[in-house]
T-cell receptor, first 111, second 115 residues
Framework: QKEVEQDPGPLSVPEGAIVSLNCTYS??????FMWYRQYSRKGPELLMY????GNKEDGRFTAQVDKSSKYISLFIRDSQPSDSATYLC???????????FGQGTELSVKP | DSGVTQTPKHLITATGQRVTLRCSPR?????VYWYQQSLDQGLQFLIQ???????AKGNILERFSAQQFPDLHSELNLSSLELGDSALYFC??????????????FGPGTRLTVL
């Protein structure tokens, strides 16, 4: 069993929809939780990070961490075609440590 | 543009060969990380260097090695290449400050194809 599980999709939604992306993990020692976005043939770029449990909002994006359930989510409101990409959740045990990634969810937002 | 550069962009080689991938971190970043991305395994951590010293090791094969030079650029050496080594190899860098979140900035990657 992988340490971090993520449904690879693909996920297709109409423009303007609310998108929910999720990951589960098995190791309770994770403290930092990240969401990266990766466009085709590009390197991943950080969207949001959260330390420990809680919610964080940045524009149309909201990240949630529930450590008791070992479950993290990313919500995208008013999704746009430019949001079409692969979304990777990532976790780390400590500051500056290695990132452990989920498989990535491929999202397509149709105009 | 993340500020992390990787060369070459593409590399095609044969089984049994050896290749070197190069990474230049963002200015001021002391940590360099190497990751491998393949369809079946996803994005996996290989190794981390901090200011020239190895800091952490992941599931890096013995045929693979890396180093970080005094100017902080890093090289990943892959030898005795096998078909299964075909993947995207990413380098990331971070500043590694104790007081703030140390975002890892990823380069554009090197696509390795082993024939």
């Amino acid at each position: 069993q992988k340490e971090v599980e993520q449904d690879p999709g693909p996920l297709s939604v109409p423009e303007g929809a609310i998108v929910s992306l999720n990951c589960t993990y098995s190791n309770s020692a994770f403290q930092y939780f990240m969401w990266y976005r990766q466009y085709s043939r590009k390197g991943p770029e950080l969207l949001m990070y959260t330390y420990s449990s809680g919610n964080k909002e940045d524009g149309r994006f909201t990240a949630q961490v529930d450590k008791s359930s070992k479950y993290i989510s990313l919500f995208i409101r008013d999704s746009q075609p430019s949001d079409s990409a692969t979304y990777l959740c990532a976790m780390s045990y400590n500051q500056g440590g290695k990132l452990i990634f989920g498989q990535g969810t491929e999202l397509s937002v149709k105009p | 543009d993340s500020g992390v550069t990787q060369t070459p962009k593409h590399l095609i080689t044969a089984t049994g060969q050896r290749v070197t991938l190069r990474c230049s971190p963002r200015s001021g970043d002391l940590s360099v990380y190497w990751y491998q991305q393949s369809l079946d395994q996803g994005l996996q951590f290989l190794i981390q260097y901090y200011n020239g010293e190895e800091r952490a090791k992941g599931n890096i094969l013995e045929r693979f090695s890396a180093q970080q030079f005094p100017d902080l650029h890093s090289e990943l050496n892959l030898s005795s290449l096998e078909l299964g080594d075909s993947a995207l190899y990413f380098c990331a860098s971070s500043v590694t400050r104790e007081s703030a979140y140390n975002e890892q900035f990823f380069g554009p990657g090197t696509r390795l194809t082993v024939l």
